[in-house]
């Protein structure tokens, strides 16, 4: 008996070891949200806007009253010791570190005083760091720069987040480009490259043209598309308002994260938004009446995109920590910037929130209030109005 005993001991024992094991090979669940709703939307704060006549226009978050939108995040493409906060509120701050030419090294005294004052801060390394237009480095240049910040930055903060540098938009030309500096970190590091949030821009645009190259968010830096054997993605500009696009691309980011083992990993969009004027997006009408179905379709992009991001999940991509959602948070393209005018201010974005100059709410202001307190949930306002 006592000998049958010992062997039933170690048939549980043995079972329990590989339940254990087991559970701990499989991803992990969440007992509920990651976040609360709020704690998802963020917005882009501009520092420095761009002026009609030329010239920038400085801007700080504390000339405006921010609570009314429910956010709670934001990011201004930089990093600060004491990070500004709006007049009403207090947002988490997601600072950025620059991976450009010109920008690179960063001040690293500077760099180690921001991430002591901040513990626990995620930090974004890099903006669109393969686009031509903005931090343009090869996979290869991206692959140091971004070891010499994850290791100073832990260094200093076990507990910081490291994001990767947002791609422009997900594409195959910009998976690529992620696959060679990926593959030049195990180069160099003999490991995979460490990412605790994965981090992309959704900015629906052309890949560069035959006759420029930059266009839009441009060619990749550092990679060849006819080599590549890939086609640059020629978006027209009403695709620019298009929620269909968004989500296909970020079920496509979600499907290439699960194909390089990264699915147990939170995904945050850190800049989305139309950027293009409101009667680039309809055709049709007067120019009076392009502005206005221009305006409303921005607004109908807004609010389909929020519902999407908030509620959907997926079982198979999505983010077991997060209930399966497929997004964690997302930003919205921006706050304060100044509008596009063809004749005063090419520099300008579309959909800001508020007027730079008299930091009152805008028509998409006011609107993304409204999505955030007539019902508590997007979708059904549009479908009432």
Same mark, same amino acid.
């Given at each position: 008996?006592q000998? +049958?005993?010992?062997?039933?001991?170690?048939?549980?024992?043995?079972?329990?070891?590989?339940?254990?094991?087991?559970?701990?090979?499989?991803?992990?669940?969440?007992?509920?949200?990651?976040?609360?709703r709020?704690?998802?939307?963020?917005?882009?704060?501009?520092?420095?806007?761009?002026?009609?006549?030329?010239?920038?226009?400085?801007?700080?978050?504390?000339?405006? &009253?921010?609570?009314?939108?429910?956010v709670?995040?934001?990011? #201004?493409?930089?990093?600060?010791v004491?990070?500004?906060?709006?007049? #009403?509120?207090?947002?988490e701050?997601?600072?950025?570190v620059?991976?450009?030419?010109?920008?690179?090294?960063?001040?690293?005294?500077?760099?180690? &005083?921001?991430?002591?004052?901040n513990?626990?801060?995620?930090?974004?390394?890099?903006?669109e760091?393969?686009?031509? &237009?903005?931090?343009?480095?090869?996979?290869?240049?991206?692959?140091?720069?971004y070891?010499?910040?994850?290791?100073?930055?832990? /260094?200093?903060?076990?507990?910081?987040q490291?994001?990767?540098?947002a791609?422009?938009?997900?594409?195959p030309?910009?998976?690529?480009?992620?696959? +060679?500096?990926?593959?030049?970190?195990?180069?160099?590091?003999?490991?995979?490259?460490?990412?605790?949030?994965?981090?992309?821009?959704?900015?629906?645009?052309?890949?560069?043209?035959?006759?420029?190259?930059?266009?839009?968010? /441009?060619?990749?830096?550092?990679? #060849?598309?006819?080599?590549?054997?890939?086609?640059?993605? @020629?978006?027209?500009?009403?695709? &620019?308002?298009?929620?269909?696009?968004?989500?296909?691309?970020?079920?496509?980011?979600?499907?290439?994260?699960?194909?390089?083992?990264?699915?147990? +990993?939170?995904?945050?969009?850190?800049?989305?938004?139309?950027?293009y004027?409101?009667?680039?997006?309809?055709?049709?009408?007067s120019?009076?009446?392009?502005? @206005?179905?221009?305006?409303?379709?921005?607004?109908l992009?807004m609010?389909?995109?929020?519902?999407?991001?908030?509620?959907?999940?997926?079982?198979?991509?999505?983010?077991?920590? #997060?209930?399966?959602?497929?997004?964690?948070?997302?930003?919205?393209?921006?706050?304060?910037?100044?509008?596009?005018?063809?004749?005063l201010?090419?520099?300008?974005?579309?959909g800001?929130?508020?007027?730079y100059q008299?930091?009152?709410?805008?028509?998409?202001?006011?609107?993304f209030?409204?999505l955030?307190?007539?019902?508590?949930?997007?979708?059904?306002?549009?479908r009432?109005r």
């Amino acid at each position: 008996m006592q000998s +049958k005993h010992r062997t039933m001991i170690g048939v549980v024992a043995t079972v329990l070891l590989l339940a254990t094991l087991a559970v701990g090979l499989m991803p992990s669940r969440s007992a509920g949200p990651m976040y609360t709703r709020q704690e998802r939307l963020g917005i882009a704060f501009v520092r420095r806007v761009a002026a009609p006549g030329g010239g920038f226009v400085n801007q700080s978050l504390s000339q405006y &009253n921010v609570a009314p939108l429910r956010v709670g995040w934001y990011s #201004d493409w930089t990093y600060s010791v004491t990070p500004a906060q709006p007049a #009403d509120t207090t947002l988490e701050y997601v600072p950025l570190v620059s991976v450009s030419d010109g920008s690179w090294p960063p001040n690293w005294t500077n760099l180690e &005083n921001a991430v002591k004052a901040n513990p626990g801060s995620t930090w974004l390394i890099g903006n669109e760091p393969e686009c031509p &237009n903005q931090d343009a480095v090869t996979p290869e240049v991206y692959a140091v720069r971004y070891h010499e910040a994850y290791t100073q930055i832990k /260094g200093w903060d076990a507990t910081a987040q490291i994001a990767i540098g947002a791609i422009v938009q997900p594409t195959p030309l910009r998976f690529r480009w992620l696959e +060679k500096a990926m593959a030049a970190y195990q180069q160099n590091h003999g490991v995979k490259m460490p990412v605790d949030v994965w981090n992309i821009h959704v900015q629906i645009l052309q890949e560069g043209s035959p006759q420029n190259p930059n266009a839009g968010a /441009g060619v990749p830096v550092g990679i #060849d598309p006819v080599a590549e054997g890939l086609v640059p993605r @020629q978006y027209s500009l009403p695709d &620019n308002a298009d929620p269909e696009i968004l989500k296909t691309m970020v079920l496509d980011f979600r499907d290439w994260m699960a194909a390089q083992g990264e699915r147990n +990993k939170p995904l945050i969009i850190s800049e989305m938004g139309v950027l293009y004027p409101s009667i680039y997006l309809v055709e049709g009408g007067s120019e009076v009446e392009r502005q @206005q179905r221009g305006d409303r379709a921005i607004e109908l992009f807004m609010a389909e995109t929020f519902d999407w991001l908030y509620h959907t999940t997926d079982a198979q991509l999505g983010y077991p920590g #997060d209930e399966n959602r497929l997004v964690q948070r997302w930003l919205w393209f921006s706050l304060n910037d100044s509008f596009y005018d063809e004749d005063l201010n090419p520099r300008g974005f579309n959909g800001s929130l508020y007027d730079y100059q008299t930091q009152q709410l805008t028509r998409f202001g006011i609107w993304f209030m409204s999505l955030q307190h007539e019902y508590g949930i997007f979708l059904p306002l549009v479908r009432m109005r």
